[in-house]
C-alpha cells in the first residue's frame, strides 16, 4: 500500500489543517469499508484450526497447538450468526476424506471465513464417501480454495430451505481444481459471489455451474475446463436467477466453446467473456425466452454473444 507523508508547517492556517484531517480520515474509512473480508474490515472474535493430526473431541478455539480433525467439525463451533464479529476455520495442508457440511453462519459485516494456512494446499476428497463434497446452508460464509475432487455428486452445494426463506450468501474463491461427478458448483436459493481465478473442471453433469433460483448471483474472473469429452457439457445453466452478472469467464469445455444458458433468468449482466487465444470470440450464449435478451446488458464477448 503506497505511503502518503503529509508535512504540516506553521504557516498553514487550523482550518486548512483540519479539513486535511478530515480528508483522510473520510478516505481511510471508505478503503476499510470497500475491503471486502479483510481482518480490517472487522473484529475477529475466534478461529477454529484443522489438522489431519487433530482431534474433534479435544480441540479448542483459538489454540493452533488443539485443532479439529475435520472441517465440519471446526465449521460447527465457529460462527453463530448474531455477533458483531467474525469467525475463521484455518485449515493445514492435507487431503481430508469427508463430506463437509457448514450449516453455521456469520452475517454481512462479519463473514464465517473457511481459509488454508498461508501456503497450504487442502484436499477435500470423496473416495469411499457420501456424494456431495461441500455442502453450505449456512449465511454470509466466505470460501478460500479448497481442491475438491473425487465425488460421485456435486461438488459444492449450496442451498437455502426454499423462496420464503433468507437467500444463502456465500462468497467463493475457487483457486483450485475441483473434480466430481455432478456440478462443480450447485446453487438452489443462494446469492453465490464467486470471484475466483482457479480452473474448475471435469464434471459428469449436463453443465460445470447450475445456478438455480438464485438471483444476484456474481461469477467474476474465472477460468472453466471440462475436458472428459462430453460435448454436450456447457459451461454454466442460469434458472429462474435474474439479476445476475457473468463476467470475465474463459476456459474450453471438451475441446468446444464456454456456454451460457439462460433460462427465465432477465435482466443478466453478460460481458468480457472471451476464451484466451486461438479460441477468441468463441464465447456463445443462449437466452430463452428470447425476449429477455433486451433487459440484459450483454457486451464485449464476441460473435457468439451479441446484444
Known amino acids: 500500500m503506497r505511503q502518503h507523508i503529509i508535512r504540516v508547517y506553521a504557516s498553514v492556517p487550523l482550518f486548512a489543517i483540519f479539513l486535511t484531517a478530515t480528508f483522510a480520515l473520510v478516505i481511510l474509512g471508505l478503503g476499510l469499508a470497500l475491503v471486502p473480508h479483510s481482518a480490517s474490515a472487522y473484529a475477529l472474535k475466534g478461529?477454529?484450526?484443522v489438522s489431519l493430526t487433530g482431534s474433534d473431541s479435544t480441540c479448542v478455539?483459538?489454540?493452533?497447538?488443539?485443532?479439529c480433525k475435520t472441517i465440519t467439525h471446526a465449521a460447527a463451533i465457529a460462527g453463530n450468526g448474531g455477533s458483531a464479529s467474525a469467525w475463521d476455520v484455518v485449515i493445514a495442508d492435507g487431503t481430508y476424506h469427508e463430506n463437509v457440511v457448514i450449516a453455521n453462519s456469520g452475517?454481512?459485516?462479519?463473514?464465517?471465513r473457511i481459509l488454508p494456512v498461508a501456503g497450504a494446499k487442502v484436499y477435500i476428497d470423496g473416495t469411499g464417501m457420501g456424494p456431495v463434497g461441500l455442502e453450505v446452508t449456512g449465511n454470509y460464509v466466505y470460501m478460500v480454495g479448497p481442491y475438491v475432487q473425487n465425488f460421485s455428486g456435486d461438488c459444492i452445494y449450496a442451498h437455502g430451505t426454499d423462496a420464503d426463506h433468507p437467500q444463502i450468501n456465500l462468497h467463493l474463491n475457487l483457486m483450485g481444481q475441483?473434480?466430481?461427478?455432478?456440478?462443480?458448483?450447485?446453487?438452489?436459493?443462494?446469492?453465490?459471489?464467486?470471484?475466483?481465478?482457479?480452473?474448475?473442471?471435469?464434471?459428469?453433469?449436463?453443465?460445470?455451474?447450475?445456478?438455480?433460483?438464485?438471483?444476484?448471483?456474481?461469477?467474476?474472473?474465472?477460468?472453466?475446463y471440462q475436458d472428459i469429452g462430453y460435448p454436450s457439457v456447457i459451461g454454466a445453466l442460469i434458472v429462474n436467477s435474474p439479476n445476475g452478472n457473468f463476467e470475465g469467464v474463459n476456459g474450453k469445455i471438451s475441446g468446444l466453446l464456454v456456454t451460457l444458458d439462460a433460462e427465465n433468468s432477465p435482466f443478466m449482466n453478460i460481458v468480457n467473456n472471451n476464451p484466451p487465444p486461438p479460441l477468441s470470440n468463441t464465447f456463445t450464449c443462449t437466452i430463452n425466452p428470447p425476449s429477455d435478451r433486451a433487459t440484459d446488458t450483454i457486451a464485449n464477448n464476441g460473435s457468439g454473444c451479441l446484444p
Not at 61 to 67: F, I, K, Y
Not at 181 to 207: C, K, S
Open 47 to 49: 478461529k477454529v484450526y
Open 61 to 67: 478455539v483459538n489454540q493452533s497447538s488443539l485443532p
Open 107 to 112: 452475517n454481512a459485516s462479519a463473514p464465517l
Open 178 to 224: 475441483l473434480k466430481c461427478g455432478g456440478y462443480v458448483v450447485h446453487t438452489e436459493f443462494t446469492n453465490l459471489f464467486d470471484d475466483g481465478y482457479g480452473r474448475i473442471f471435469d464434471t459428469h453433469a449436463n453443465a460445470v455451474m447450475y445456478i438455480h433460483n438464485s438471483p444476484m448471483f456474481h461469477i467474476h474472473d474465472q477460468n472453466i
